[in-house]
């Protein structure tokens, strides 16, 4: 029996490793980032040759993981759950094409927002998409879902979603590995229509996947994650899903009074949920997300015979993430553990580093918006987000991957002067270049600042895809030589950047200004890695 120390991550990582992997598929983002790292660091990973290289963004992630799947391999995508909304197009179709070889999507969720513009819940993806979706409660339960799911998938022929969040993915504990088996071989759809999605096969499609629904119920039950555990106080009915359930077992450390059902899998079980209303007529949900189970057993009118607690009615709070002391407060007992932070963890706002390229960026940057009364800047997503605070205040807005170049448009089409964008390398390949490609057609008069550290510094340092041809891709976009301007953000060449930056800036026209200078984090990690290697 081999057992290893792995955080919720890596334990879907090695199972899937395990389980004949043939590629991973993402874009970094928290709390889904060690999926793929894991993965990228394993000797085993690079003696089979498993592709892991990290994609341009979560939508390209999903589609290249459907065209392995669709050569009869087992893939994973990974992502956070924004990426979900990014590659949502791809996901949604993967439910009406279905898959060949075993395919397991893994969005990480962030409640309470710790890295993250919002804190969605992808389990509505699911059954949007009509998906089997997972949710482990426990690191061991993520490992054996992934061989499950892959069975589950090959089986159905449909991707399984496996909805993850921060606290399962961060944490640690000893997994018990299975002994692992070989890839799938190169196969092939049974019926090649299938992935051909005109309307007269993608209606046979969509009539094949509601067709499917009842065996995803049936399994629901069938396969054994969720459970149905009796309980001797029938005055509440308890109703977990994924690690609300270790929240409850950790107030009732001697075993639960309470029936409960557990839903780590979904289609929600019916039959364990009608076992449980039929015995009890108060119901408690105590689910991490969005009250996704509360809102479906309550429906649109009271029932007569029973009342449904949790998120919605109050007794658990709205929004953010749950923890065993509320828990413990839904419930009427003396909480074990207090949720209080200890006085010794000083809170202080987040900062750009010492020494970081963007400083300077936003420095030379302000010196010329000073000059205008009602210019605006549009921010993004990444380190650079923080500029929008103290000492900077340099941003007026950050909405999601790419939004910036694509605000900043609509702004200028409003007469908004000046208007200017400011993004990330790794953001901008994400989803920046199409905006600009929009921008140069309508020869829209802004500005797009590229902050280029040479890196996806936020996520922790991975590759980054526009390495060395950011002003390329540019120039073949149709961004005019003469407004495509090359900077170096240092204290030094401070007069000289605001001189430039200022002239264009003032052009009534579309002009590119790329600041680059590598992430003195990341620059530290190369010198140091180099060290090692010249040993
Ligand atoms: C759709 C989506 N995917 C992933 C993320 C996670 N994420 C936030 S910023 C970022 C990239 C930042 O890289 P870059 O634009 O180069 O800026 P840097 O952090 O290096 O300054 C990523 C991957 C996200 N917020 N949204
Ligand atoms: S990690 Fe790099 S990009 Fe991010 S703030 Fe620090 S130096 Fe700047």
Not at 18 to 24: E, K
Not at 70 to 88: D, E, I, P, Q, W
Not at 111 to 123: G, V
Not at 305 to 333: H, I, N, W
Request: with cysteine; proline share 6%; charged share 20%.
């Amino acid at each position: 029996m081999n057992q290893k120390l792995l955080l919720g991550d890596e334990a879907i990582a090695q199972a899937a490793l395990d389980a004949g992997l043939s590629g991973v598929y993402a874009y970094p983002g928290t709390p889904s980032t060690e999926i793929t790292e894991y993965i990228q660091g394993s000797p085993e990973a690079r003696a089979r040759y498993i592709h892991s290289d990290w994609a341009c963004n979560e939508k390209t992630a999903m589609e290249a993981a459907l065209g392995m799947a669709y050569a009869g391999k087992r893939t994973l995508v990974c992502m956070k759950h924004v990426g979900l909304n990014a590659s949502a197009d791809a996901f949604m179709n993967t439910a009406i094409t279905g898959v060949n070889g075993g395919m397991i999507i893994v969005a990480a969720d962030d409640p309470s927002m710790h890295s993250s513009q919002n804190e969605q819940d992808s389990r509505y993806y699911g059954k949007f998409a009509m998906l089997p979706v997972m949710e482990p409660s426990s690191q061991q339960e993520a490992y054996d879902m992934v061989w499950a799911g892959y069975e589950l998938s090959e089986r159905v022929k449909l991707p399984v979603l496996m909805r993850v969040t921060t606290r399962m993915a961060h944490s640690r504990t000893t997994i018990v590995q299975r002994p692992a088996i070989a890839p799938r071989t190169v196969s092939f759809p049974e019926d090649r229509r299938s992935f051909i999605l005109l309307p007269v096969f993608a209606r046979m499609q969509y009539k094949k996947l509601i067709a499917v629904q009842p065996e995803l119920q049936a399994a629901s039950t069938d396969m054994g994650f969720n459970r149905f555990l009796p309980g001797s106080d029938t005055s509440l009915g308890i109703i977990t899903t994924g690690i609300g359930y270790n929240y409850l077992m950790e107030n009732f450390p001697d075993g639960c009074p309470y029936p409960v059902v557990k839903i780590v899998q979904y289609p929600i079980p019916q039959a364990y949920i009608s076992k449980l209303v039929g015995m009890c007529n108060r119901v408690l949900v105590i689910e991490e997300g969005m009250p996704f189970v509360e809102e479906q057993l309550k429906g649109l009118v009271p029932h007569p015979a029973f009342t449904v607690e949790g998120r919605l009615s109050g007794l658990l709070p709205r929004d953010g993430e749950l923890s065993p002391y509320l828990v413990a407060k839904a419930l009427g007992l003396n909480p074990v553990v207090t949720g209080s932070v200890p006085d010794v963890v000083v809170n202080r706002p987040p900062a750009l580093c010492k020494g970081c390229g963007h400083q300077d960026m936003y420095n030379a940057l302000n010196a010329v918006m000073a000059q205008y009364e009602n210019g605006r800047v549009f921010g993004d997503i990444g380190c650079y987000t923080l500029g929008a605070l103290p000492p900077f205040k340099a941003i007026d807005g950050c909405v999601d991957m790419g939004a910036s170049v694509t605000m900043a448009k609509g702004a200028s089409d409003a007469g908004v002067r000046p208007a200017v964008a400011v993004i990330g390398d790794s953001t901008f390949t994400h989803s920046g270049m199409t905006g600009l490609l929009d921008a140069v057609l309508e020869k829209t008069p802004m500005t797009v600042i590229i902050s280029d550290n040479s890196t996806t510094a936020m996520t922790g340092g991975q590759d980054s895809h526009g390495y060395g041809i950011l002003a390329r891709i540019c120039l073949g976009l149709g961004v005019e030589e003469e407004h495509l301007k090359v900077l170096v953000p240092l204290k030094k060449n401070h007069e000289e950047n605001v001189r430039i930056l200022a002239g264009e800036v003032a052009y009534e026209g579309l002009s590119v200004v790329i600041f680059q200078r590598e992430c003195v984090q990341t620059a530290a990690r190369r010198l140091r890695a180099e060290k090692q290697n010249k040993k």
